[in-house]
């Protein structure tokens, strides 16, 4: 299994070295040189496997064994899993109307990243204590990613995380769980401007081959591969379990549409690899105000509004949704050439028209809807009446595509859960409803805080770098220190 970017400038790299990286050299993203195919026996073979057994499987496919050898792989992902509590890890909900809702929330953070985030770190782990060395993690976050990355590296001693948050456009609960770990291995930015901001100086960061290199830097944003890869699992997972399986006769296969709340599109983007891996999908990227995603589908304009609007669902508030570069080469048939003048154009205007051929592959690879803040606060208030079930603002903008478009005829559906409810009490409240708060949740308002911030108008690329170079080299003092020289 060899992996190549997106923008064709590099091939043949193996899991490690792309575990290790952010964005390609070339500016483009890591895929898989090929896919494996998962056939109606192996889906059949796998249907009675656990989330976390699933994972595994799923993983094995695309790290060799003469890299991890399979037990320890297995090993790593379940104690990596083993951090969630819920039995099983997800949870499926069977609501009123046929609604089926697939839980992935249950991990330290409240949100569905904890899973492939915990995952990703224990590999990281795995080779920096094979290997004795460490890393620098470097992580913008519209609010879930930065506490995720936090608690995730957590207690590893090869990690150190640095963490940009937009100020004041996150909830208090995703701001205090990346707040209040005072460990000396995280370091917090609040920084005045949008998520999509926070991204221009890390992606020149990451462009920085010296910096990367003398720094062991990396990302653990879902432009991270190993983050994408873990999620093919949900899909996997969704479709063993909701799509009667059982029930096919015959070679046909039934098929399931599954809905994603899009943001950065790192889902949809695992929903689409799982597509061409020959499970029989139909995705759904559902979007809020903020709808360069829904625009892209509907008419080939991928471009970026003036402004990313703040809206209840403020996790999918972006409008640079960077893996959407994945999907696009995946759909042009691995064509790296067109997909790096497009993301060029893209990055250098923020608007492209994508090419007739290529909308049209994706406007039939996915569909997509576009939900307001109105739309959000009246699916959380008819999903708790109908079922006193209480929904995150993110996965209502999934559940709104349900109460407003029947399923196909024949066709099970599923909506991805991405958050619970108790890290959006805004979105509660102005719903009109209550949610009671976990212990956990309750427990960050009593903790101290650490932050530091950067203004607008400040060198934040340069505030940036001086910390992960003066990381890298306190670990060099800290190693002269205790030497035992
Ligand atoms: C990150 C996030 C999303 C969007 O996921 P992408 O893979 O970036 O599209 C949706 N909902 C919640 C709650 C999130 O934290």
């Not at 799509?243 to 994603?260: F, K």
């Not at 994508?354 to 049209?360: E, F, K, R």
């Not at 569909?367 to 606060?377: M, Q, R």
């Not at 060198?459 to 190693?479: A, H, K, N, P, T």
Request: proline fraction near 5%; glycine fraction near 8%.
């Amino acid at each position: 299994m060899r992996y190549c970017s997106t923008r064709g400038g590099v091939r043949g790299w193996g899991f490690r070295e792309v575990l290790f990286s952010g964005y390609a050299p070339d500016g483009g993203m890591f895929m898989p040189e090929t896919l494996p195919t998962l056939n109606p026996d192996t889906l059949k073979s796998w249907a009675s496997l656990s989330y976390p057994q699933l994972v595994q499987e799923v993983c094995a496919l695309f790290i060799p064994d003469d890299l991890i050898p399979r037990r320890d792989l297995d090993a790593v992902l379940s104690s990596a899993l083993s951090q969630v509590s819920l039995p099983g890890t997800v949870r499926v909900a069977q609501l009123s109307d046929g609604l089926s809702i697939l839980e992935l929330f249950h991990g330290e953070t409240l949100a569905f990243k904890d899973l492939a985030m915990t995952c990703t770190t224990h590999l990281l782990e795995y080779f920096l204590q094979r290997e004795s060395s460490r890393a620098t993690v470097l992580v913008g976050t519209s609010g879930d990613t930065g506490g995720s990355a936090i608690l995730s590296v957590r207690g590893l001693r090869g990690v150190d995380v640095v963490v940009v948050f937009p100020r004041g456009r996150v909830t208090s609960v995703q701001e205090r769980q990346m707040t209040t770990s005072l460990e000396d291995n995280v370091h917090v930015f609040a920084a005045d401007g949008s998520s999509d901001d926070i991204d221009v100086p890390l992606r020149r960061l990451f462009a920085d081959q010296n910096l990367v290199k003398n720094n062991t830097l990396m990302s653990l944003n879902s432009v991270n591969w190993s983050r994408v890869l873990v999620q093919l699992a949900h899909f996997v997972y969704a479709y063993l379990r909701l799509s009667g399986l059982e029930r096919a006769e015959g070679g046909a296969l039934p098929t399931l549409e599954v809905v994603v709340p899009t943001g950065g599109a790192g889902n949809i983007a695992a929903g689409c690899i799982v597509k061409h891996m020959g499970v029989p999908l139909r995705l759904v990227a559902m979007v809020n105000a903020n709808d360069i995603v829904h625009r892209a589908v509907q008419s080939g304009d991928f471009s970026m509004a003036t402004n990313v609007k703040q809206t209840l669902a403020p996790a999918i508030d972006i409008q640079d949704p960077y893996n959407m570069e994945r999907v696009f080469w995946l759909l042009s048939g691995r064509d790296g050439a067109q997909v790096k003048g497009l993301m060029e154009e893209f990055q250098r205007s923020h608007k492209v028209t994508l090419p007739d051929a290529l909308h049209s592959k994706l406007s039939s690879a996915m569909s997509s809807g576009s939900v307001t803040d109105e739309g959000i606060v009246e699916t959380m208030r008819r999903c708790w009446e109908e079922n006193q079930y209480l929904l995150c603002p993110h996965t209502a903008v999934a559940v709104w595509q349900h109460y407003h478009c029947p399923p196909h005829p024949g066709e099970n559906r599923c909506c991805i859960a991405t958050a619970s409810p108790a890290k959006f009490q805004d979105a509660v409240q102005k719903a009109g409803l209550t949610v009671d708060l976990p212990e956990r949740v309750r427990a960050l308002e009593k903790m101290a805080a650490r932050y530091e911030d950067l203004e607008r108008g400040e060198d934040w690329e340069g505030r940036l770098r001086e910390r992960i170079e003066s990381i890298s080299s306190v670990r060099q003092c800290g190693v002269l220190f205790y030497s035992p020289v």
